[in-house]
């Protein structure tokens, strides 16, 4: 039963952190396997691969900066909509190690579905910070999303089962501050009224 928590509370704990940055989260894991900093399941091997780590790195390094240039920040969410919940069903897969087909499917569902809520979620917290007219709010945003995942990918690591709990809260809060996320977009960006068109006889 312990055995079954942990590789959930990883599970949770990895999907949930691919969604806000995918590249910080596998470069983690690789890094983690490499190095041992914990005794990690046999099945975390896929990550530890020069390959895997070395892109995932890169890419942080240019996600690092991307995410904290106004406007662009939200033109980079945009391309990753499908990459990060992607991502983290990919992440759940592997996180399982040999099981069924079914349980795969199942794992994959959850994960891209936790890595789609908080994806979504910084997409729509970040639309509604760059209307503001200084850039400090985006930055503010940006290293407390980069401290959140390195967290809660450590905490996963050590303490998969406190890592759910810290993702079952997250996802509590995502759905409370949901509404207010759409109202803030709609406010901000508000549908503009349709031009009648002029009959001319």
């Given amino acids: 039963m312990f055995d079954i928590l942990t590789a959930l509370g990883r599970t949770l704990g990895f999907s949930f952190a691919a969604g806000i940055n995918l590249y910080a989260t596998v470069a983690i894991l690789g ?3 490499r190095y041992g900093w914990v005794d990690l399941p046999q099945q975390f ?5 020069d390959v895997v780590i070395g892109v995932a790195i890169v890419m942080y390094a240019i996600e690092f900066v991307a995410d904290k240039v106004p406007w662009f920040d939200s033109l980079w969410d945009a391309v990753h909509t499908f990459i990060r919940p992607v991502g983290g069903a990919l992440i ?5 190690g040999d099981s069924s087909p079914t349980m795969e499917g199942l794992a994959a569902l959850l994960g891209g ?7 979504f979620t910084k997409a729509g917290t970040r639309a509604v910070a760059n209307t503001s007219p200084e850039p400090f709010s985006n930055w503010i945003l940006s290293v407390s999303e980069d401290l959140f995942v ?7 690591l050590k303490y998969p089962i406190a890592a759910a709990l810290v993702v079952l809260i997250g996802v509590v809060l995502i759905v409370v501050f949901a509404g207010w996320i759409i109202r803030s977009v ?7 009224a349709p031009v009648p068109s002029l009959n001319r006889s």
Wanted: hydrophobic share 50%; aromatic share 6%.
């Fill in 31 to 33: 890094l983690a396997q």
């Fill in 45 to 49: 091997k896929v990550f530890d691969n």
């Fill in 92 to 96: 759940a897969v592997a996180s399982l």
């Fill in 113 to 119: 579905t936790l890595a789609a809520g908080t994806h």
């Fill in 150 to 156: 390195v967290g809660l990918s450590a905490l996963a």
């Fill in 186 to 192: 709609r406010q901000r960006w508000p549908r503009r």
